[in-house]
């Protein structure tokens, strides 16, 4: 754990207004900026999350107030299932955080219902009687839109008269700046010219997260690992379409309980709708620095949340200087799990800590419910890992 702290960058918590621009009063840019070196750099970024495997982990529904992860949709998906107060979406990465706060949550606000957010972020249309119908037939109709528009000229017509009226709709509704407008209209820039290399990034000023070493944000198009383009929908169609998910093994009465993922049902989405107008909140920063959990923890007191849920998805695996000798599997040995569980229960007496165990397309999903510090060793018991005796080979933490 000692050698992983050598790499922490220093953390500010940001709220948004109800009114969704940022109040720049709200914000520490200069310090954040200059403290975070390597803040606006895109390393390995993910927009949406890539666990698709999630439906192996049980679905937790018990009412919590704060929800804080180092991740993204999978963050909001915990929230709504237990009906969270409040979620913080945390990252040492600013560009998550602005596509988070200029992205979606724009989108978010002029969706009515889970197959309208799907269709915007997509830029696909849909018809209206698709708009609350079953999620499967929503995304059986965006997957056929997206195969035929490359080969249709009225197809292309269509989308880009949609997203015309995307624009429109973001532009008379007053809870969306015009930054976040250009945000959003920049990627679908992308979205009618997928094969473009040479779309132009929009300056995010007044309601920004970041500035600064940042003034470009590459929305459109939005790039992450390797400097790729991120096609968001796929990553949502990936983790969320009922019957990729039933192929992948995932049993029935899992993905169809209401609170499986936000698109699962309209109480699922309304939840959502309602964390992001006036309760989603950033932090930007390391998992392994005490400065993002002593903040959190004043925010939380602040607002008088007891409940906290933490969620880490691998970050200790992506992160470990250690590699298994036998097979090279990135693995945090269980002593740094047990360190960064200690780190933040000594912060929280009432908390529940969401690991995923393993850097490739299969997962294990842990949780740990946490009463402080000296509950963690018990809650470790029901996760032995029989492979911890392997030997471990160090390796320098940049080489991941």
Request: overall charge neutral.
């Amino acid at each position: 754990m000692a050698k992983i702290l050598k790499f922490l960058i220093s953390i500010s918590l940001f709220a948004a207004n109800s009114a969704y621009a940022m109040n720049s009063s709200c914000l520490i840019m200069s310090e954040l900026v200059h403290s975070d070196k390597s803040a606006g750099k895109i390393e390995g970024a993910f927009f949406t999350s890539n666990e698709y495997d999630y439906w192996r982990e049980a679905i937790d529904i018990r009412p919590v107030d704060l929800v804080m992860g180092f991740a993204s949709n999978s963050v909001w998906d915990r929230a709504v299932s237990r009906n969270a107060k409040a979620m913080i979406i945390a990252d040492r990465d600013s560009v998550i955080l602005e596509t988070q706060q200029n992205y979606f949550r724009p989108l978010v606000a002029l969706s009515k219902t889970p197959a309208e957010f799907l269709s915007f972020i997509s830029g696909v249309p849909i018809s209206e009687n698709l708009k609350n119908k079953p999620i499967e037939e929503v995304f059986d109709a965006i997957d056929s839109f997206k195969a035929a528009v490359a080969k249709s000229s009225e197809k292309q017509k269509e989308q880009k008269s949609f997203i015309e009226e995307i624009s429109k709709q973001l532009a008379a509704n007053p809870k969306i700046s015009e930054a976040q407008r250009n945000f959003v209209m920049s990627y679908h820039q992308y979205l009618l010219n997928p094969s473009s290399t040479n779309l132009p990034g929009q300056k995010i000023e007044g309601n920004a997260l970041f500035t600064g070493n940042r003034p470009i944000v590459q929305a459109g198009p939005i790039r992450g690992r390797s400097d790729q383009v991120q096609d968001l929908y796929a990553g949502f169609r990936l983790r969320y379409h009922p019957r990729l998910l039933r192929e992948a093994g995932a049993p029935a009465s899992t993905i169809q309980n209401p609170l499986f993922s936000i698109v699962s049902s309209q109480m699922a989405f309304d939840r959502l709708k309602n964390i992001f107008d006036g309760n989603i909140y950033y932090v930007h920063g390391n998992a392994f620095n005490p400065d993002v959990y002593r903040e959190v923890k004043k925010f939380a007191d602040k607002n008088s949340y007891t409940q906290i849920a933490v969620m880490i998805s691998n970050v200790l695996d992506q992160n470990t200087t250690y590699v298994r000798a036998v097979g090279g599997e990135n693995r945090a040995p269980q002593d740094e799990v047990k360190s960064y569980l200690r780190l933040v229960a000594s912060f929280f007496p009432s908390l529940t800590v969401y690991q995923t165990r393993g850097v490739n397309s299969s997962h294990e999903y842990q949780s740990f419910d946490l009463k402080g510090y000296s509950s963690v060793e018990a809650a470790m018991s029901r996760y032995p890992d029989e492979n911890d005796s392997v030997p471990f080979e160090e390796h320098p933490f940049e080489e991941y």
